[in-house]
């Protein structure tokens, strides 16, 4: 009779919980479809202080406005962290075109690559190689491939589902194909946009050239990808082709910029740091309202979520918007060595940098027993269409803070325009849903909230529930 009086006991402490949690997260996305702030946040962001490339006026802009309203938020601390970021400029805008005979061109839409030199003051002229990937261009070889322009032109595979697998298959080509064509003699290359749409907007982008010496790094651009079919197709007709690339691009000293940083401290386990974040910087082309204005702002607003429901967590929230993630990842570097330098205690971090589209789930990097853990939550998201729950990578600004017993995590909105915008000039405010903005931070608030109340070690939702 004692066992059972236990039994009992025990079945209606986790019913109790449950419900618990169930009138928390209901109250949690109340409040972000009826009273949100992210949405005026982003408006802000990107109507009024623009592209927030590193290094750049608008980028330190973001730092001020972002830092007030967290101050705005009553937040037990908010500062800044100092980190130093690249600082590459565009120049003027970019002009390319492609000549069939002497005096018949055609322009065509590019945008040089983050990181990318410049091309003389006049300009490069040259013949054209068009190849499908960097392992194309020993078989050239130097013979095949010195003094002409190289024309990478493999597209993101439409018949993958999961577009960011998509993105990582033809991806290298944008980061190393200068630094692998220029060991050739190429002048310059053209790399096709990571896009599965056909347009007119060329997707910027990082690249390096590796240990490539200052005076043989060659200009490299992306190609709209409406051009870069264009382009093959007269190729095809025409192997004389011309093409004529001019930017004015170029990479200057290091400056100091920020992360921006605030908390609610821990009311049992403060020690313990649970953080939620995105990057504050963008490309200079649109108004990075997707890539990652919206994961700021959902960061942002999952602490505000909790406050304004009632809810105080157990364990210190950290909210940090990261700088320098689109060409250098300083950012998450720099936040990461402090902590580890502080001895601090990281237990979970999440992170939005998917755009901001409607919510699927998330996916996380833990081990296969906490992965088991979370999984007994999936329930408590059912009633809001949030199913995807899978292993996988998290986010780029929090995987410098790997280790033993982190969970990491990454929210995953439906990610099929995601590369209609990303790292173009039609990356702005307007692309970007209320709604589903609001319903990914309140996603995002839940999951926060479900680690802080029951701990990865948590009660097991009633099945059926």
Known sequence: MKYLYILLLLTGTTLQSQQTAEQQIRAIYDAALTQGKAYDWLNHLSNQIGGRLSGSVQAEQAVTYTRKQLEDLGLDKVWLQPVMVPKWVRGTPEFAYMEGKPGMTTNLPVCALGGSVGTPLGGIKASLVEVQGIAELEALGRDGIEGKIVFFNRPMDPTLINTFEAYSGCVDQRYSGAAEAAKYGAVAVIVRSMNLRLDDFPHAGSMSYGETPVAQRIPAAAISTNGAELL??????????????????????????????????????????????????????????????????????????????????????????????????????????????????????????????????????????AFR??????????????????RGGSGADIGPLKS?????????????????????????????????????????????????????DGPRPIKGK
Not at 312 to 334: D, I, S
Request: with cysteine.
């Open 404 to 456: 033993e017993g982190i969970v990491l995590a990454g929210l995953r909105p439906d990610s099929q325009r995601y590369f209609d915008h990303h790292h173009a000039e039609n990356d702005t405010f307007e692309h970007v849903s209320k709604r589903e903005l609001e319903l990914g931070a309140a996603t995002m608030a839940s999951l926060i909230y479900l680690v802080d109340h029951f701990g990865i």
């Open 373 to 390: 853990q979370i999984m007994r939550w999936k329930p408590f998201f059912e009633p809001y269409l949030i199913h995807q729950f899978v």
């Open 232 to 369: 093959s197709t007269s190729l095809k007709l025409n192997p004389d082709i011309k093409f004529y690339l001019k930017q004015s691009c170029r990479q200057l000293e290091d400056v100091l910029s920020y992360n921006v940083i605030g908390e609610i401290r821990g009311s049992l386990h403060p020690d313990e740091i649970m953080l939620v974040g995105g990057h504050l910087d963008s490309w200079d082309l649109g108004d990075g309202a997707h890539d990652d204005g919206a994961g700021c702002v959902q960061s942002m607003e999952v602490l505000r979520l909790l406050k304004t429901t009632g809810y105080r967590p157990k364990r210190t929230l950290r909210v940090v918007l990261f700088m320098n993630e689109e060409n250098g990842l300083r950012g998450g570097h720099a936040y990461a060595t402090e902590a580890a330098n502080k001895g601090e205690k990281h237990v979970f971090a999440l992170e939005s940098d998917a755009g901001g589209f409607t919510p699927r789930g998330f996916s996380f990097d833990c081990s296969e027993e």
